[in-house]
Structures are given as C-alpha cells and as structure tokens.
C-alpha cells in the first residue's frame, strides 16, 4: 500500500461523512413515507447492484474465509445499526440523532486500543473529550424543546445504534486493512440484503415507483461514502479518525433545516463548535505508528 499521509486519510474520511449526512436526509424523508425496515430493504438491494459494478469490473476473486467472515459481521452489525438510527432518526430531528450518534467515537476509541492493541495518546483523549463537551451543550439545548413520548422512543433507538456504531467503526478498520472499497461497499449491501430479507415474507413492500429515485440517491450515497470510509481506514488508525465523525452534526443541522425545516439553536452552534474544535486537535495529533492486530480477527 503506498504511504499516505495521516491528513490526507482524515480528510477523506471528513467527505464521507458529509456525504453519509446527505444518504441520511434522503433515508428519512423515505422513512417517514415507507417505514425504516422497506427503506432500508430496498436502499439495500439497490446498493448492492450499484456497488456490484465496480467491483466485478476488476475481476476479483473470491475472499478467503477470515474475509468473508468479517465482511458478514459487520453486515449483521450494520443491519441492526441501521434499523435502530433510521426508526429513531423519523422521529427526532436530524441534528439531535446525529448528536446522539457521538457516543460512538468515544467508545469506538477505546475499543480501538482493546479490539486493535491501538495505543491511546493524550491528545486523542483531549480531543474526544472537547467533542463530547460540545454533544453534551447539544442536548442541553434539545432537552428544552418538548417533543413527546415518540422522540424519546426514539432517541432510545439512536443510542442503542450508536452502541453497534462504535463496534462497527472497530470492524471498519479490521475490514479496510484485508479488502479495498470496492469489495467493502459491494459486499456490506449485499449481506445487509440478505439478513433483511430474512424478514421479507412478513415486513417487505414493494415501495411506489416515485420512491425509485430516492432509493436509487440514497444507495449510491451510501456506497460512495462506504468507499471513502474504507479507504481512509485502510491508512489511518481507527483511534485517530474516530474524532471525525463529529463532523456530521454541521451536515445535519444544515440538512435538517433545508430538507425538514428544522431550527438550530444558539446551544447547539456552540457544541457544534466545541466539536469542530475537537477534530481540529484530532486531526494535527500525531497518529501513533499502528498496532500489532495479531489476534484482532
């Protein structure tokens, strides 16, 4: 693998969490239409054809057991992951689940250094720290609105995903260092699609034909930051652009507000602020030479 340098991985992993942020405000708006589970069903089977170009188009072979192993267990982490975030995120608004979503990094951090044997420096501590003190002003801003037994419901379901989302960053990076983007994004829609099919005889709609562009968007959003994520990943320690993901709250306030006509207020620019200054010390830390992953797998 050609070296690349730590800035060049944290930035690429920045733009695929802001093209995450836009599949996520084209998922809502199509769950709110056709329910989490259809959302997510047919965005999957979309994916997977989407994502099958590019990877077939460079004749792959097929993936030793370890590989396909792990490519299956983030699948079933990234269902359930999924089903969670999307079912809450119809019913709070964008900028609130995705700040929910922060606990993730900060566990994803030190799983890092348990999971990887990752060392954790004091500046990606410090840097954690200053983000989850802006997550923490967020939500004393959104504790004020009164948004009813549905929303907390629903903020429930985005921490129990945040929970599978710190894992899952874990098994990114297992997965980025034993198969490129490509194979990545192709293989995570197709298992996605096989264990929500499972649940097809009793939950699967064929959704309306107006929905087809909006599934079609979402998948290949999906895909594109799959690619994205994989490849900074597969250069940069899981610890050291964990921070990154705290980005996503300016996308979604932004997104939540043109989309959904959802107000930011003054608490949640100062946490968004406090989280910017937490990737910034994220991003000029210097990463730590990575970690032995023997027994990792």
């Known amino acids: 693998m050609t070296p690349t340098r730590p800035a060049t ?4 992993a920045t733009l695929g969490i802001a093209v995450f942020a836009s ?3 084209l998922m809502k708006g199509l769950t709110l239409e056709i329910g989490a589970y259809n959302t997510m069903l047919w965005r999957s089977l979309a994916g997977a054809l989407i994502a099958a170009v590019p990877h077939f188009l460079r004749r792959p072979g097929w993936p030793d057991r370890s590989t396909l192993r792990l490519h299956f267990q983030r ?3 990234a269902t359930a992951m999924a089903i969670l975030f999307f079912w809450g995120l119809a019913r709070v608004p964008m900028a609130q689940a995705v700040a929910l979503t922060f606990i993730a990094p900060l566990i994803a ?3 890092a250094a348990w999971l990887l044997h990752e060392r954790i420096d004091r500046s990606a501590i410090v840097a954690s720290g200053v983000a989850f003190a802006g997550v923490l002003v967020i939500l004393a801003g959104q504790s004020r609105a009164e948004l009813g037994h549905d929303a907390f419901l629903g903020a429930i379901a985005i921490l129990v995903s945040a929970v599978c989302y710190a894992y899952n960053i874990i098994l990114m990076r297992r997965q980025a260092l034993v198969a490129d983007g490509r194979e990545v994004a192709f293989y995570q829609n197709v298992t996605v699609a096989i264990f929500l099919m499972l649940a097809a005889p009793m939950l699967a709609v064929v959704p309306d034909a107006r929905h087809a562009p909006g599934l079609l968007g979402a998948a290949a959003l999906a ?3 799959l690619f994205l994520l994989t490849w900074a990943y597969g250069r ?3 610890s050291y652009l964990a921070p990154v993901e705290y980005t996503a ?5 932004l997104l939540g507000y043109l989309v959904f006509g959802e107000h930011v207020g003054p608490l949640t620019v100062i946490g968004a602020a406090l989280i910017a200054g937490g990737c910034f010390i994220a991003a000029r830390r210097r990463p730590v030479p990575m970690g032995n992953l023997e027994g990792a797998s």
């Open 75 to 77: 699948g079933l982490v």
């Open 9 to 12: 991985a944290f930035a690429v």
């Open 109 to 111: 951090l030190f799983l």
């Open 236 to 238: 940069a320690e899981a």
């Open 223 to 225: 895909t594109i930051s």
């Open 249 to 253: 709250f300016v996308w979604a306030s």
């Open 23 to 25: 599949m996520d405000a």
